[in-house]
């Protein structure tokens, strides 16, 4: 063969080429901003490990929601920091709670321009830092954290969310709140369903972002990473039991277990680029090692491109403030 007959760098000549031919999009509307609000603060805090990343007051929440709507995000994920903790997570279910506050807030600031979401899991209102209630060995006892998430369930419905993302990795976890809210007026309230949430190293900076008390780890709730054909098990139980969206958490690292649920399901599917991913970025850029905007721009397109409708993202406004919006 003399020359190659087929030129796949042909299609790459031209920016104009490349672009009629790409085959993932990156649109403002598939990003969804996680956002912290902590009770008691008077200016924002700053989260070392996430530069750029804030624990919000309930102003400066308001603030950012509205300008997040406005660069076109598809959602918010809001997350709690309360000032006081306990065995079982009161702060979450109280209506005064610092989380169902904020999500009045946000909901009367942004009302249906965006796509509300509330995380419905104990772990920032408890004083030992665990995602539900324990038993008297210290375990984490799965049904007694059950009965609490379908009344965090319901508040959390009652103050404004759209949508519901129970991250606690209990089982029947999707089931317990769906009928909670069914049987509390709230049908029409949605579920992210956490179905993929491995217990990832990548969490680390979160643990910062809302004061977290854990001492040890979730590997007896969350799934451990070197596992994968226990996530097509986990989506059977969440469709079964009325998960609306399905998620796979962390991102990056677990491509190929998003890429195979996406290719399960006929409901959309979500991924976390989780505050590890987030950090690890922002620091090799920062040494000047990463050429911040297109590593960033990559790892969602690859995100996007291994089957993600959604990305939940620290990044969510920013790019989608420098994305054309639709
Ligand atoms: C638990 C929860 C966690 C994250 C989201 N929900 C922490 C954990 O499971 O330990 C992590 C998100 C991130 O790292 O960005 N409520």
Redesign the pocket.
């Known amino acids: 063969m003399a020359f190659p007959s087929s030129r796949p760098r042909r299609l790459r000549a031209t920016p104009a080429l490349r672009r009629l031919v790409a085959q993932t999009e990156v649109r403002p509307r598939n990003l969804v901003l996680?956002l912290f609000v902590k009770e008691g603060v008077t200016e924002p805090v700053p989260i070392g490990s996430m530069p750029g990343v804030v624990q919000h007051t309930r102003d400066s929440l308001r603030k950012a929601a509205a300008e997040a709507v406005t660069a076109g995000v598809g959602g918010l994920m809001l997350?709690g920091v309360p000032l006081r903790r306990d065995a079982v997570g009161s702060a979450g279910v109280d209506p005064d709670g610092v989380l169902n506050v904020a999500l009045r807030d946000v909901r009367a600031e942004v009302g249906d321009a965006t796509v509300l979401m509330s995380?419905t899991?104990l772990?920032?209102f408890t004083d030992h830092g665990h995602?539900g209630v324990l038993d008297a060995d210290g375990g984490v006892d799965n049904d007694a954290t059950l009965a609490v998430y379908a009344e965090m369930a319901v508040a959390q419905a009652a103050s404004g969310a759209h949508v519901l993302g129970p991250?606690?990795m209990m089982d029947g976890q999707v089931r317990v709140i769906r009928e909670a809210l069914d049987a509390a007026g709230h049908a029409g309230t949605g579920i992210l369903a956490y179905t993929a949430?491995y217990a990832s190293a990548?969490?680390g900076?979160?643990?910062e972002?809302v004061d977290?008390q854990?001492r040890g780890d979730?590997m007896t709730y969350?799934q451990d990473p070197s596992n994968a054909r226990e996530s097509l098990r986990e989506l059977a139980l969440d469709l079964e039991e009325g998960a609306d969206m399905v998620m796979v958490?962390p991102a990056t690292a677990y491509l190929d277990v998003l890429r195979t649920v996406a290719d399960a399901v006929d409901v959309p599917v979500a991924a976390?680029q989780?505050?590890?991913e987030?950090a690890m970025v922002e620091a090799a850029a920062a040494n000047g090692w990463l050429d911040r905007d297109r590593t960033i721009l990559e790892t969602l397109t690859c995100i996007r491109r291994a089957g993600a409708d959604v990305v939940l993202t620290?990044w969510a406004a920013e790019v989608a403030g420098r994305l054309d919006h639709g």
């Open positions: 996680p997350f995380d899991c772990d920032e995602c991250s606690g949430k990548f969490y900076p979160f643990r972002a977290s854990l979730r969350q958490k976390y989780v505050s590890g987030y620290y």
